[in-house]
């Protein structure tokens, strides 16, 4: 329950930042805030072997979110996920505090590798992360970029492949 607490005041303090005035009680009731918390729900049950359980919250999460989130990922507190549609993220992903997701974002293994994703990331509409890819602390993954490569700290990166066009 701590984190999906940590999740929302990050999403909230994301809005403020971008000039909203917004309430905790809205952002419970904004986009992506169901898909969050039914994610951090089938980690709590599968932490305590209830994946009976768990299997149904990853159904509810994928017919009423349109979003899949393996059983198995693991993300620290400010995973924020601001659109759900489409999110697709593979049971073997691990992620830092600070991650925000847009909507149609896959991240998922290739060959039995997973992304290892760092801390304050974000991650643009539609981008793909795929295989056993480093991404650093402090990156953005621009609109439909596609990673198949370590990203370094403090850089931001765009295309097909995915290629730095920023640092710092």
Not at 46 to 52: Q, V
Not at 61 to 79: D, L, Q, T, W
């Amino acid at each position: 329950m701590k984190n999906f607490i940590k999740d929302l005041k990050q999403k909230q303090q994301i809005m403020i930042d971008e000039g909203y005035q917004v309430s905790f009680l809205r952002i419970i009731f904004s986009d992506g805030t169901s898909a969050n918390a039914l994610y951090r729900m089938t980690a709590w049950l599968m932490r305590y072997r209830l994946s009976p359980l768990a299997i149904i919250t990853l159904w509810l999460n994928r017919v009423i979110n349109g979003c899949v989130i393996g059983a198995g990922a693991k993300f620290m507190p400010g995973f924020v996920i601001m659109h759900p549609v489409g999110v697709v993220i593979n049971s073997k992903v691990t992620g830092g505090k600070g991650i925000i997701v847009e909507s149609g974002v896959v991240i998922g293994d290739e060959k039995g590798q997973a992304p290892v994703l760092g801390e304050n990331i974000f991650i643009g509409a539609g981008a793909k992360i795929i295989g056993g890819v480093t991404i650093g602390n402090n990156v953005k993954i621009g609109a439909n970029a596609v990673v198949v490569k370590d990203v370094p700290d403090n850089v931001t990166v765009v295309g097909i492949p995915a290629k730095v066009v920023s640092k710092g």
